[in-house]
């Protein structure tokens, strides 16, 4: 079993209520990356569904996720001929940690696609910075290919630009095919754009992500690019696409996060 699929597995204790053991595996500094709680919220709406792959996903980030078990009450709460809403709490200790609501799109078939927009530019895979494994708990970084943009990635080595833009490319270390559950952690895989014009000066945590999945990828490399444009009250956003290798547009994504300067 590959270890995303372990890592976001659930067994179903009863009709809407499902243990789940939050890993450790996919950890940003010791704690639990938001993208993988997504998709560990994401899976449990899905279900038994596979035909589910057009979604709205949104969770609310209430209180930090620890590496632990955990249980996710589901609920539907609304169907129609075409859609299905579903909620989804993940909740630790008593304490609901975070909460997702899912809206899935049934029936999508063959339906017309215009893009008003391509995907920018992103050197290819072998010329941009790859991210090593980082130890410390930072053990996302061991399971996922992530590779920086070259124009993107001075902030490593101090050198800053003046727009906020991450891009690149990623995909898991050991093969695995790209499902909607993926493709929500992939969304918020990428260090926060802001370290690209500020460095790496604040701690940046998610209070709300969205991302909003339409359609599966080829296989292949997918080519990420998240924008950020505004720091003001205490927050920031950031803008997210996903596109396979054939230009076909993936998801989309927005996330607010808090701006917490460092002190020294």
């Not at 859609?83 to 017309?112: C, Y």
């Amino acid at each position: 079993m590959h270890a995303f699929d372990k890592d976001t597995e659930f067994i179903r204790k009863s009709d809407g209520v499902n243990n789940v053991t939050v890993s450790d595996q996919w950890s940003i500094n010791h704690i639990p990356n938001g993208g993988y709680t997504m998709a560990l919220l994401t899976r449990a709406m899905i279900g038994d569904d596979n035909a589910l792959v057009s979604c709205i996903a949104t969770a609310n980030y209430i209180e930090r996720c620890d590496p632990k078990p955990g249980q996710i009450f589901m609920e539907t709460i609304g169907e129609t001929k075409n859609i299905i809403r579903k909620q989804a709490r993940l909740v630790q200790d008593g304490k609901e940690r975070v909460r997702a609501m899912g809206t899935f799109i049934k029936n999508t078939g063959s339906l017309p696609q215009r893009y008003e927009k391509e995907p920018e530019n992103v050197a290819p895979p072998g010329q941009c910075l790859k991210v090593p494994s980082m130890g410390g708990g930072y053990t996302l970084f061991d399971r996922v290919d992530m590779r920086l943009d070259p124009g993107c990635a001075g902030w490593t080595t101090g050198t800053l630009t003046d727009r906020s833009v991450q891009k690149g490319w990623i995909r898991f270390k050991e093969s695995r095919e790209i499902d909607v559950p993926a493709i929500t952690f992939f969304g918020d895989s990428f260090p926060p754009c802001i370290f690209t014009s500020h460095g790496m000066v604040a701690w940046v945590p998610t209070i709300e992500y969205s991302v909003n999945v339409r359609q599966l990828p080829k296989p292949g490399w997918l080519r990420v690019i998240f924008t950020t444009r505004f720091i003001s009250s205490g927050l920031v956003e950031e803008d997210g696409e996903i596109w396979d290798e054939d230009n076909n547009l993936i998801a989309i994504s927005r996330q607010i996060a808090k701006y917490h300067p460092l002190v020294n």
